[in-house]
T-cell receptor
Framework: ETGVTQTPRHLVMGMTNKKSLKCEQHLGHNAMYWYKQSAKKPLELMFVYNFKEQTENNSVPSRFSPECPNSSHLFLHLHTLQPEDSALYLC??????????????FGSGTQLSVL | AQSVTQLDSQVPVFEEAPVELRCNYSSSVSVYLFWYVQYPNQGLQLLLKYLSGSTLVESINGFEAEFNKSQTSFHLRKPSVHISDTAEYFCAVSPKGAQKLVFGQGTRLTINP
């Protein structure tokens, strides 16, 4: 248990559905991240939030909409996804210690399948 | 920009044999270096890191990695592997001063009895 909890663990959705992924951390961290892990590809950073403010959007399509209501919670709202969006979505958190990723904690991820 | 290359996508070894997982990187600025491990059905966990100082770093479960600046490498080694080391291993770099972590594609380590 890393202190970062993601729900649901598995999600199957159609291309016209709307769903949300949830991430929660109680580590006192001020930065939260969404990563996408596809088969045969490196992990891709999607979004970064520092103190609830989005500081990075790595050219992510608008069908992915993040939300960070407070430093402990992070959501990823999904709508009109494509089959190629099927992947493992990982949430992570870290303290803001000068930009060094020495304390990056990952959740177990949500395995998303888009039909 | 930074990039990370893990030269082997899969490495099968026998239990108690030594193993080396290779990682090379490219960057125009100084970087910090990391190895993460992902056990089946779990998220990534930090295995070890190089920030500064001694170029040889060790983890609590017997892995070690050596930073070689001239060869821009950060290979991961273990002298004797165990079944429980079966996992996917990711090399990553972070430019100093930047809130950014760039991962390699991962190496799947399979331990055979």
């Amino acid at each position: 248990e890393t202190g970062v909890t993601q729900t649901p663990r598995h999600l199957v959705m159609g291309m016209t559905n709307k769903k949300s992924l949830k991430c929660e951390q109680h580590l006192g961290h001020n930065a939260m991240y969404w990563y996408k892990q596809s088969a045969k590809k490196p992990l891709e950073l999607m979004f970064v939030y520092n103190f609830k403010e989005q500081t990075e959007n790595n050219s992510v399509p608008s069908r992915f909409s993040p939300e960070c209501p407070n430093s402990s919670h992070l959501f990823l709202h999904l709508h009109t996804l494509q089959p190629e969006d099927s992947a493992l979505y990982l949430c992570a958190s870290s303290p803001l210690t000068g930009g060094v990723y020495e304390k990056l904690f990952f959740g177990s991820g949500t395995q998303l399948s888009v039909l | 920009a930074q990039s990370v290359t893990q030269l082997d996508s899969q490495v099968p070894v026998f239990e108690e044999a030594p193993v080396e997982l290779r990682c090379n990187y490219s960057s125009s600025v100084s970087v910090y270096l990391f190895w993460y491990v992902q056990y089946p059905n779990q998220g990534l966990q930090l295995l070890l890191k190089y920030l500064s100082g001694s170029t040889l770093v060790e983890s609590i479960n017997g892995f070690e990695a050596e930073f070689n600046k001239s060869q821009t490498s950060f290979h991961l080694r273990k002298p004797s592997v165990h079944i429980s080391d079966t996992a996917e291993y990711f090399c990553a770099v972070s430019p100093k001063g930047a809130q950014k972590l760039v991962f390699g594609q991962g190496t799947r380590l399979t331990i055979n009895p």
